[in-house]
């Protein structure tokens, strides 16, 4: 039968020049059947999950089973859109065949059709294992969120002349390796464009400038609901304010009896009647 849906792998790599990208984060299945009814062409189930839902400081403690869990819950949301479960911190660093058996989870268990990695050059062995194993890959090169630590921080990539000439080589080497398309996080705007000039796969921007192939953002930016919006995204909505001022509706008309009014009461029981 084949990948049935409007985007796949192939559709979104023949995009490279054609057309532009709007990708998401999405980590449940509401959301994600949201996006998907507004042509998302892709969605990615990012381990940011630790941060927008979770609750932790970092990326670092998301686990297998919760990547799983919330990219099943999203597979189910969409029907158009691709799905890719973005591999947690240490389940594919261990060894080749570790990351292949966690990716190959992400497409039986939860029904993802591709998952990222971090990394450009160093994983250019895993790539070819897993596409070659019928498994797609989304790269991530540029500010790689799981090497925080040694990274120093959440810092922008690429300042220098030479820093700019790796991440191109890091770009190419998974365009060779097999990589469908590449996450470019935080890079100043020349260095987005270079990258999207030297590989032959889209590059999709996380903060890398308008010059990349396509946009991603993490859904809780878009929606207004994180408490600091990075510099590079865009709300396009105020959805804290608004469930703020919903949750304290609800609990003023609980307190001052106006909710439940008679319309949400069932009809009176044989017994009120006696
Ligand atoms: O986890 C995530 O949301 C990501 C994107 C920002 C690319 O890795």
């Not at 930016?221 to 590079?232: R, S």
């Amino acid at each position: 039968m084949g990948n049935m849906k409007t985007w796949n792998v192939a559709r979104i790599k023949a995009s490279k020049g054609v057309c532009k990208l709007p990708c998401l984060t999405a980590y449940d299945y509401a959301c994600a059947r949201l996006a998907d009814a507004a042509g998302i062409p892709l969605l990615l189930v990012g381990d940011s999950v630790g941060m927008t839902l979770l609750g932790y400081s970092s990326t670092l403690p998301v686990t297998m089973d919760q990547m799983v869990h919330h990219t099943a819950a999203v597979a189910r949301g969409a029907t158009e859109a691709l799905v890719v479960a973005d591999m947690p911190f240490l389940s594919y660093q261990i060894s080749v065949a570790e990351g292949l058996r966690n990716a190959g989870r992400f497409l039986q268990e939860a029904g993802a059709d591709a998952v990222k990695i971090e990394g450009g050059a160093l994983r250019v062995e895993l790539v070819k294992a897993l596409t070659q194993n019928g498994i797609p890959v989304l790269g991530h090169i540029g500010l790689t969120p799981q090497s925080v630590n040694v990274l120093g921080g959440y810092k922008v990539q690429g300042k220098t002349r030479e820093a700019g000439e790796q991440l191109v080589s890091e770009a190419r080497a998974l365009d060779a390796a097999g990589a469908f398309a590449i996450v470019l996080e935080c890079v100043p705007p020349d260095i987005g464009a270079a990258v999207t000039a030297a590989v032959a796969v889209p590059v999709i921007s996380v903060g890398a400038g308008p010059d990349c192939d396509g946009q991603m953002l993490v859904m809780h930016d878009l929606l207004g609901l994180t408490e600091h919006t990075p510099k590079f995204a865009k709300p396009y909505a105020a959805l804290a304010e608004t469930m703020r001022a919903a949750f304290r509706a609800y609990a003023a008309d609980v307190q001052n009896g106006t909710f439940p009014g008679p319309e949400h009461c069932y009809a009176p029981s044989e017994a009120a009647k006696l």
